[in-house]
C-alpha cells in the first residue's frame, strides 16, 4: 500500500492522503487545518449577535447562515412561547436572496471548478474564459439579492419576525430585470434553450436536447465514463424547506421524514472539521439529495439510470440553476411590498431558550442551534453541510465522498470526484 | 449635559483622523501631475505581465464604449480625491494595471473578500480585475490545485522579487505556536507563510477586517489569538483596508494609486487610506436629514422603517465608522447595508465584534470612540441621551460648528 498527498485549494485549503491498493485508491483520509473558533465566540455573546457572526463563518454561503440563524432565534421564540410570525412577504423575500445566493455558487462552481479540472484532467483544454462568464452572471443575481439585502457577501438584513428592508415597486422592478438578464445568460450560454422549455424536460431521454456549456459538459462527462464512478452510499438527507424544497431521507427509493434530535457530531482525529451523522449513518446532503427528496422528475429518471454517479451529482447542480431562477422570478412576481417587513416587537425579547435553524445552503443542510440562558448565548452549534459530505465516516461505513473516491484509478479522477460535492473548506473549520 | 460629556462628543465628531484635505493648491497638485506622469511614462515602456489582455481590446470585445469607461474614471479619480484634471491620467492607469504584479495570499480567513473582488464595480470592471490586474497567484480564483499552486506562487515571489503587491486575506492565528492556520504540503504555519512572502513585497495591503484588526476570530474569547497583519509585519510599508467585507472599490483604488505614483495613499493613523476612510458613514448618510430632524426608527417594521428613518437608535454605527460604503456603496453600488433599513455595523474599526457588534445598542456598551481615550459606557459618553429627545440636534450643532469652521478655513 502506497500512501500519496494532495493539497487541494477549494474555498480555503484541504489536505487529501490517498491510500492506493492494487492500482486504485482504497482510502482517503481528509483533514483541514484551519481553525477559527466560531462557535466559541457566539459564547456569552447576546443571541441577536449571532446574525452578525455567523455570516461571516462563510465568503461564500454567509447568506444561508444568516437565514439559519435568524431562523434559531424565531424557533426559540416559539419554543418559549412567543408567537413569531412572518408576513408573507418577508418570508419571499429571505427566500429570494437565499436563492440569489444559490444561483451565484452554483453558476461559480460549475465554470471555476468543473468544467476547467475536467478539462485538465482530459488533457482538453478551451480557449474561453471560464471564469469570466461565471462572474458575469453571478455579479448580476447578487445585485438582485442586494436590492433587498443591503450587501453581499455578508449582510445581516434578516432580523426576527422578518426582514429590516421595505422596497418599493421599483426595487422589485429593477430586481426582476436582473433576474430577467440571469435568465438570458443561462438560456444562452448554459443550456442552449428557452428556461420554460428546459424546465419541461422531465427524462433523461431527452438530455440530448440540452445544448450551451451544461449540454456539452454533460455529454463529455458521459464519454469519460463518469456516469459509472462517483458512487457513493446512495443516501440522501435534507433539512431545509423553502424555494421548492422539501426536508426528508431517502434511501434506495424510500422517502421518509427527518428529525434534526438525531443529527449527531464528532470529532475526528487530526482534522478540526467534525463528522456529523444521522442516526450513525452517513447521508449525502447537497443539490443532488434535494431533488431526489423533493422527487424532481428530470434528477429521478438520471438517477434511476445511472444511481448517484458523478455524473448525475454534478447535473443535480446545475439544474438547480433553471429551477431558482424560475423561482425566484415567480417569488417577485407575486411579491405584495404594502405587508409588514417585520411583525415582531424588538423589545420582545427571551431570556432562556433553545432554537435550532435548519435551512438549505448551496452545498447542502446547514444547521444552527442556539441555547440561550440568562439572554446570552450558552452553546452554539454550526453544522455545515461539507461536514456531512466530507466526514470520514465512521467504524461501520467510509464517509460519502471517500466512499465516492475509492476505487478511482489516480490522484487526478479522485480530486475531480472530490470537486464534485462543492467543497467548502471555510465553513467545514470555523 | 456636563462639560466632559460635551467635549467627548465633540471630539468623536471632529476627530484629527476624520479630516482629508482635499484641496492642496494647485502647487501640489502640479507637481503630484508631473510625478504621475513620469511614473505612467515608465510604466508604458514596461511589458505587460504574464500575458494579460490588453484593456483596450477587452472593452471593445465587450461593446462597452469610451464614454462609459470614462465616467468610470472621472468617479474613480473622485474618490481617489483628485482633481478632475486628473481623470485621464487615472484612465491610463486603469490600462496599465497589467504592469504590476499583484500576489493575494487567504489565511484565516471566508474568502469574502475575494468574493467581493470578483464583483467589483466599474464599466465591467470584472474584466480589469480578472484579466487587466496581473493578479499572479490567488487560491480562489485560480483554477490550479496543489503542488502546482505551490509551485505557481514561488515562482511569482521569485520573479516579481521586490515588485509585487501582497494583498492578504484573513487574520494571522498565534496561538499554539501559529499551528491553528497551516498552509500547503510543509504544514507552514500562516505566520512564516506570511512573514516569507511579505519579505519581497513591495507593499502590504491587508484587505478587510480580519487581515487589518483580526477580525470575527479575534473576537471575545479571541480562541486562537487572532492578529491583524500590521501587528505582526514589520519593516514594511502596509494599507489597511478595512470593512467586512472590504469594498472593491477601494481595493481597486489603492492598486491604482500606486500605478499612479509608485507609491502608497496618504494613510490615517490605523494606516488606512485617506481618500476611503477621511470620513464616517453618518456624514455622508441618505438618511442624515432624519438625524438632523430627530425622525428615528424605533424598531423593526415601524412607520419610522417604511419612512426610511434614521436607524441610530436601532443601534447603527455610523457616527462612529469611518468608511466611504454611504457614497461608493456595495454590489456595483446596487444597495448597502443603511439602504435596507439594517444600519451600520461598524464593520471597518477595530474591535467592532465586541464593541460595536449590532444587537448590543449602544446606549448599553462599553464602547471607545475612534478617537481613543478611555472605553465608557455610552451613558458616560453622552451618547446615550440621544435617547431622550432632542439630544440628536445638540449633537449636530456640535458637528455644524465645526463644518463651518473647516469651510472658513478653506
New interface residues.
Partial sequence: MKIE?????I???A?LDFSFEAGVVSDVRIRF??????E??LE??????A???TP?????C?HAHLMAAVKAIESGYRASGIDVTLSPKADAIREFTLACELIQNHVKWLY??VI??FE?LTGKRSQE?H??KA??I??TI??A?????????????A?P??????PTYVDVM?ATALVEEAIRFFEQMMVGMPLEAYLGIDSVSQLHSIQGDVGRLMQRLGEAGMAEKGHSHDRFIVFGEGMGFVSGKATATTVSSVDVRYVEESNQEDSTAKAVSYKQKQFETGPLARAIIAKNPLIKSLHKRYKDSLLTRVFARTHEVGLLLHRAKEALVHLDVTQ????????LLSTDFEGVGTVEAARGSLIHRSVVKSGRIAHYDIIVPTQWNLSHGNASEKGVAVRAMIGSASIEEA?FIFRSFDVCS?CTMQ | MGIDKHDSVKSLFTAQSAKVNTNRGDAYYEKLYAQCRARLDELKALAPLNNRMDFKESIEEEGLDRRDFMKWASATTAMLMLPASFTPLVAEAAVLMNRVPVIWIELQDCAGNTEALIRSDGPKIDEIILDIISLEFNETLMAAAGHQAEKQLEDAVEHFKGKYLLFVEGSVPMGMDGYYGTIGANGETFIDHLTRLAKDAAAVVAVGSCATFGGIPAAAPNPTDAKGVMDVVKGKPIINIPACPANPSNMVGVILHYVLTGGIPELDSLLRPKFAFGYRIHDNCERRAHFDAGEFVEEWGDEGAKNNFCLYKVGCKGPMTFNNCSIVRYNEGVNWPVGVGRGCIGCSEPDFWDKYAYERPMANANIKAPTGGVEKSVDEFGLGLLTAAGVGIAIHAAASAVAGKKSEEN
Fill in positions: 498527498k494532495l493539497i487541494e485549494k474555498e480555503g485549503e489536505s487545518g484551519l481553525y477559527r473558533g466560531i466559541q465566540i456569552k455573546k447576546a443571541p441577536r449577535d446574525l452578525v457572526i461571516r463563518v462563510c465568503g461564500i454567509n471555476m471548478t476547467p479540472h485538465s474564459n471564469a469570466l462572474s458575469y453571478s455579479t447578487t445585485k439579492l442586494a436590492i433587498f439585502a443591503g450587501q453581499w457577501p455578508h449582510s445581516s438584513y432580523v419576525g422578518g426582514v429590516t428592508c421595505d429593477q409588514p417587513s417585520c411583525m415582531l416587537e424588538s423589545k480530486s471555510v
